[in-house]
C-alpha cells in the first residue's frame, strides 16, 4: 500500500527526517515511535502533504503512485487520514457541515452521489457512536472551545466519516486520560479491517496496550533506529530511548526484521 | 421649525473633508461632485415582498425614497407600539412633545453637515413609539428602500422605548434600481430606563450607491441596547454609530460585519461613551475584504471621570482575501476613571495556514477550505443574531459573495 524510500524532509531549511525507509502494508498497524525531536511528527505531516515540509530526497510510492506530486486535499480523497497531534479549531463551521463537506468532496471524486443534510446526518449518528460522541458535538463548531480529550474523539470521528485506507495517527494519545485513551483506541480498532493501514505515532507504549502494532518503528534523528515486533514497544518502556539513540542500527535496519 | 436651522448649518459647514480627522480615509469628494437631486414623495406600485422577513409580516414599515409608504406597510402587529409617520407624529398632539424632546437630540446637527443636510430635508420619515412595560414580541421592521436613480434620499427614524419596555427594530436599507443615488441616513434611538432594544441595521444599497448614517443612540438606567449593524452594499458607506451611557447600570452591544470587495469603501466611526458607574459595552466589529476593497475603522470608547466600575471591551478583526485590500484600523479607548476594566484590540490577517492545511488533509479543495473559512470568520457576528431569517439570509448572501454552497 505504501512504500517509503530514502525519505528526507526539512522544515525552514533544517534536514528533520534523514532517509526513512518503510513498507505498509493492507491490515497492518505500525507504531512509529522514539525520543521528541526524532522525526515522527514529522514523518506524519510529510505522509499528509503539510505545505511547510519540504521533501528533499527520497520517494513515496502510495497504491503505485507518487504520493509526493498528490496536493494534501488529493492524498486526503485518495484514502490517506492523519490525525492531528494538535486539532485546529474551525470558528462558525459547525462539526456537521465541516465532516459532511468533506464526506461529500470525498463521494464526488469517487463518482458517488452527494449526501444532503439529512442523509448525512443519520450516517453521522452511526460513525459517533464509534467514538462516544453525543450528538451536541455536531452542530458545535470544529474543535471549538473542545477539551483535548474531545478534540481527539473528534479526530477519530472524522476517520469513522471518511473511512481511509491509510490513516497517520500523530499522538493520538497524547493529552488523553485513561477513559478516553480506551474509547478512542476502541474506536481505532473498530474500524481497521484487513482493508486498511494504520500507522500509530506515539511516545508512549500505553497507546499500543490497547491498538496493538504488527510492527514497531523507533525512530531516532531522522532514521529508523529499531525495528521489531509489538515486544520492542515495552522493551523500550522499560530501558526508555536513550540506549537506542546512543546504540543505533544502520540507515533503515532494524535490530529485529519484521516478519513478513 | 428644525428644517431651517438645519439647512443653514449645512451651508456653514458643507461635506465633511479628509481633513477633518475624523474623514481621514473617506474621501467624499467624489460624491460632493454629483448633481443628486432630492427625492420627492411618489405612490407608484412597488413590489417589496422580497424585503422583508416572514418574522415581520405583521409588522413592517416601508419608506420609499425617505418617505413612509403607509400603502405599502403592515402594522396589524404592533400590539400597542405606535410606528408612524414622523412629520404627522410631530403634528399630533399625543405624540408632538416626544419629538420635539427626542428629534435631533442625540443626531445634533451643528458639528455635523451630513446629519444637518438630513434635518433640513425632513419631510417624513418614521416615529416609533415602545410605551411603557409594553413587550413587543415580533421583531419590527422598517425597509428604507432607495428607488430612483440620481436621486437623494434622506431616511430618518426616531425610535423612543419607555420604560421597561422591550422591542426588537430591524432597519434594512435596498434598493429597487442599480444606478448612482445617495442615502443620508439618520437614526435616533432612546433606551428608557429599564428597557431593552434589540437594533438591526442591514446595509444592502446596490453597489453604485453613496450611503452615509448615523445612528445615536441613549441609554437610560439599568436598560440594555444590543445593535448590530451588516454593511454590504454601496460604493461608500459610513456609518457613525453612538451610544451614550448617561445612567448607571446600562448595558449595551455594539457589533457590527462588513464585507465588501472591489470599488467598494466602507467605513464604520463608532463611539462608545461611559459617563455613569456600572455600565457594560461589548463591541465586536468583523471585517472581510476583497478586491481592492477598503474598510475603515476606528471605535472610540470614553470612560468618563466618576464611571467607575466600567466594563468595556472592544475587538475588531479583519480579514483580508487579497493583497490590494486595505484597512485602517483605529481602536481608541479614553479612560479616566480608576476603576474600570477595559480591553481593546484590532486585528488584520489573512487565511490561516495551518487552518486550511487541517480542512484540506480532510479532502476539501484549497479553494472550498478558504471559503468555509472566510464564512466561520463572518459567523461570530451573525451567529449571534437572534432573528432567524435575517441569520439565514446572511449566511446565504456571505456564501454566494463566496460562490460556495455548504
Known amino acids: 500500500m505504501l512504500e517509503i524510500k530514502n525519505l528526507h524532509a526539512a522544515i525552514d531549511g533544517n534536514e528533520i527526517l534523514k532517509g526513512i525507509n518503510l513498507t505498509i502494508n493492507k491490515g497492518e498497524i ?48 485518495e484514502g490517506i487520514f492523519m490525525a492531528f497531534q494538535y486539532p485546529i479549531e474551525v470558528p462558525g463551521v459547525s462539526n456537521a457541515q465541516f465532516l459532511r463537506l468533506a464526506y461529500n468532496e470525498k463521494r464526488k471524486h469517487l463518482g458517488e452521489e452527494e449526501l444532503d443534510p439529512l442523509e448525512f446526518k443519520d450516517l453521522l449518528k452511526e460513525r459517533a457512536k464509534i467514538v462516544e460522541m453525543d450528538a451536541s458535538f455536531m452542530t458545535r463548531s470544529v474543535n471549538e472551545g473542545f477539551s483535548g480529550g474531545e478534540k481527539k474523539r473528534n479526530e477519530i470521528l472524522q476517520m469513522a466519516v471518511l473511512e481511509p485506507k491509510l490513516s497517520v495517527l500523530d499522538e493520538t494519545d497524547s493529552g488523553l486520560d485513561i477513559d478516553a485513551l480506551r474509547v478512542v483506541a476502541n474506536g481505532v480498532n473498530q474500524l481497521h479491517t484487513p482493508n486498511d493501514a494504520i500507522i500509530v505515532v506515539t511516545h508512549y507504549q500505553r497507546l499500543l ?30 530501558k526508555g530511548y536513550d540506549w537506542i539513540v546512543k546504540t543505533p542500527e544502520p540507515n533503515g535496519k532494524g535490530a529485529v526484521a519484521p516478519a513478513k | 421649525m428644525v428644517r431651517g436651522s ?62 413612509l409608504r403607509e400603502d405599502l406597510s403592515v402594522t396589524t ?29 442625540n443626531a445634533g446637527y451643528h458639528n455635523n453637515g451630513l446629519t444637518a443636510l ?36 434622506f431616511p430618518r427614524l426616531l425610535v423612543v422605548a419607555e420604560e421597561n419596555s422591550s422591542a426588537t427594530i430591524i432597519e434594512s436599507f435596498v434598493s429597487t434600481n442599480g444606478g448612482r443615488y445617495f442615502t443620508n441616513a439618520v437614526a435616533e434611538v432612546v433606551v428608557k430606563d429599564g428597557a431593552k432594544l434589540e437594533h438591526y441595521r442591514l446595509q444592502r444599497e446596490n453597489k453604485q450607491a453613496f450611503h452615509v448614517t448615523t445612528t445615536s443612540a441613549d441609554l437610560g438606567r439599568s436598560s440594555r441596547y444590543d445593535t448590530t449593524s451588516i454593511n454590504l452594499g454601496a460604493q461608500l458607506s459610513r456609518h457613525d454609530v453612538s451610544v451614550v451611557m448617561d445612567h448607571e ?117 484549497p479553494e472550498l477550505g478558504r471559503n468555509l473559512l472566510t464564512y466561520g470568520f463572518a459567523e461570530e457576528v451573525i451567529a449571534k443574531i437572534k432573528v432567524e431569517s435575517i441569520r439565514n439570509e446572511l449566511d446565504e448572501t456571505v456564501l454566494r459573495q463566496l460562490h460556495t454552497s455548504l
Open chain 1, 30 to 77: 505500525h507504531a512509529i515511535m522514539g525520543p521528541n525531536g526524532s522525526g515522527k511528527s514529522t514523518l506524519a505531516k510529510v505522509l499528509a502533504g503539510h505545505p511547510q515540509y519540504e521533501v528533499t530526497a527520497g520517494e513515496v510510492i502510495y497504491e503505485g503512485r507518487n504520493l509526493l506530486e498528490m496536493e494534501p486535499d488529493q492524498r486526503a480523497r
Open chain 1, 209 to 238: 496496550n490497547y491498538i496493538v502494532p504488527d510492527f514497531v518503528h523507533v525512530l531516532a534523528g531522522g532514521r529508523i533506529a529499531r525495528e521489531g515486533g509489538k515486544e520492542l514497544a515495552l522493551e523500550l518502556e522499560e
Open chain 2, 6 to 67: 438645519a439647512m443653514e448649518r449645512f451651508e456653514q459647514l458643507g461635506f465633511p473633508s479628509i481633513r477633518d480627522e475624523e474623514w481621514k480615509y473617506t474621501n467624499l469628494a467624489a460624491l460632493a461632485k454629483e448633481n443628486f437631486i432630492p427625492a420627492t414623495r411618489n405612490e407608484d406600485a412597488l413590489d417589496v415582498s422580497g424585503f422583508t422577513y416572514p418574522e415581520t409580516a405583521n409588522a413592517h414599515l416601508i419608506v420609499v425614497n425617505g418617505f
Open chain 2, 77 to 105: 402587529g404592533l400590539e400597542g407600539v405606535v410606528a408612524i409617520d414622523l412629520l404627522s407624529a410631530a403634528a399630533d398632539a399625543r405624540y408632538n412633545k416626544l419629538v420635539r424632546k427626542y428629534l435631533a437630540r
Open chain 2, 118 to 153: 438630513n434635518t433640513a430635508f425632513l419631510q417624513s420619515g418614521v416615529f416609533i413609539w415602545i410605551p411603557k412595560n409594553v413587550n413587543l414580541e415580533t421583531p419590527l421592521q422598517v425597509t428604507f428602500v432607495a428607488g430612483v436613480e440620481n436621486s437623494a434620499a
Open chain 2, 249 to 365: 447600570g446600562a448595558e449595551t452591544s455594539v457589533d457590527g460585519l462588513y464585507m465588501v470587495g472591489s470599488d467598494q469603501h466602507t467605513d464604520t466611526h463608532s463611539v462608545i461613551d461611559h459617563k455613569q458607574p456600572h455600565c457594560n459595552s461589548h463591541q465586536l466589529y468583523k471585517g472581510i475584504l476583497d478586491g481592492n476593497g477598503r474598510a475603515v475603522f476606528n471605535g472610540k470608547i470614553y470612560v468618563r471621570e466618576g464611571a467607575q466600575k466600567t466594563d468595556a471591551m472592544q475587538t475588531n478583526k479583519n480579514l483580508l482575501l487579497s493583497n490590494k485590500a486595505r484597512i485602517d484600523t483605529k481602536p481608541q479607548l479614553e479612560i479616566f476613571a480608576d476603576d474600570v476594566k477595559c480591553a481593546h484590540g484590532a486585528a488584520v490577517g489573512q487565511i490561516d495556514p495551518e487552518e486550511l492545511f487541517y480542512l484540506t488533509a480532510r479532502g476539501i479543495t
